[in-house]
């Protein structure tokens, strides 16, 4: 029977390897009792601003045998997303680096398709659901217990050899694999440069982050027609997201670029002047971006973020 289990995990992750992720761990499917008093605290003191959906599905976020039946693992995996290029120095109109290819849901979803269908393949009936940032899952939670990293006191994990520019996906099935043994160690130690580098205060104490205050809530996720005033001058000239507590991470210095075609930026993302930017049609973007991160925020978003910084 253990020789069966090491067979299987030890193909979980030859597959998670072939399919382009960087990292694989597994934890045993389990309720999560104590990330569920932190997620119920975080959610009462409405730092979650207007993003409702993070009340939904609460349930369903802390026990993954409630999203797949009988499950009894969760396969966690990193995907990098670090790009080689960057854009223009002159540019005072900032996206954030996951945003300069196309959107990551679209590319990993395939990969976390491909991942069960070549276990059931493999192995034979087995059931799993595969999720990316989308669904009531606690992704960092689950990395965590993966080995994959620890969480930072920015909410990110964080691997100690690659640091933390990667998205997170989750597979949960009912075949038994062997686990990983969870992250022990936090070696954010006594270092507060996100926390001093955050421009909104945002990142509190006890790695909490006031998702009302974050400037990618506020350019991506706010769905209102203004920005609040009371924020003004505190963007950094981020226009969409924010890299700020990660760049300034001294772990991201392992950091190193993909190579996936799909996560390529786009040029307009790099070279676009503030002026282009400005004199952006509605026609041009959604051409352009089109299957970008970008279209969360929509041409009218985009537009009002601008408009923020330049007023």
């Not at 694999?177 to 580098?197: F, M, N, V």
Request: proline share 4%; aromatic share 10%; charged share 25%.
């Amino acid at each position: 029977m253990d020789n069966k289990i090491d067979t299987h995990t030890a193909l979980v992750k030859s597959l998670a390897t072939s399919l382009g992720f960087s990292y694989c761990g597994i934890a045993h499917a389990e309720k999560l009792e104590e990330d569920a008093r932190r997620l119920e605290a975080w959610l009462s003191k409405r730092l979650h601003g207007k993003m409702h959906y993070m009340e939904n599905h609460f349930d369903l976020r802390i026990d993954p045998t409630r999203l797949v039946p009988g499950a009894k693992s969760v396969i966690t995996l990193l995907f990098n997303y670090f790009p080689s290029e960057a854009q223009r120095e002159d540019s005072s109109l900032v996206v954030s680096k996951y945003a300069y290819g196309d959107d990551y849901h679209e590319v990993i979803r395939p990969k976390l398709r491909q991942l069960l269908a070549s276990l059931q393949q493999e192995i034979g009936q087995i059931e799993g659901r595969g999720f990316v940032d989308s669904a009531p899952v606690l992704e960092r939670s689950w990395a965590l217990r993966s080995g994959l990293g620890w969480i930072g006191k920015n909410g990110n994990i964080i691997h100690k050899g690659a640091g933390s520019y990667f998205f997170i996906a989750t597979l949960i099935t009912d075949l038994e694999l062997r686990y990983d043994e969870p992250y022990a160690k936090d070696y954010c130690g006594s270092c507060t440069r996100c926390i001093d580098a955050c421009p909104t205060d945002a990142i509190l104490p006890d790695k909490v982050v006031d998702g009302s205050r974050c400037i990618s809530y506020f350019t991506i996720e706010l769905k209102e027609l203004l920005i609040p005033d009371t924020f003004k001058g505190q963007f950094e000239n981020r226009m969409f997201g924010c890299d700020i507590c990660q760049d300034v991470c001294p772990w991201n210095r392992f950091s190193t670029a993909h190579a996936h075609e799909e996560l390529k930026p786009r040029k307009e993302i790099l070279t676009y002047s503030d002026k282009e930017w400005l004199e952006l049609t509605e026609e041009n973007f959604r051409k352009i971006f089109k299957g970008s991160p970008l279209k969360r925020a929509g041409f009218k978003g985009i537009m009002r973020n601008i408009t923020f910084l330049r007023s």
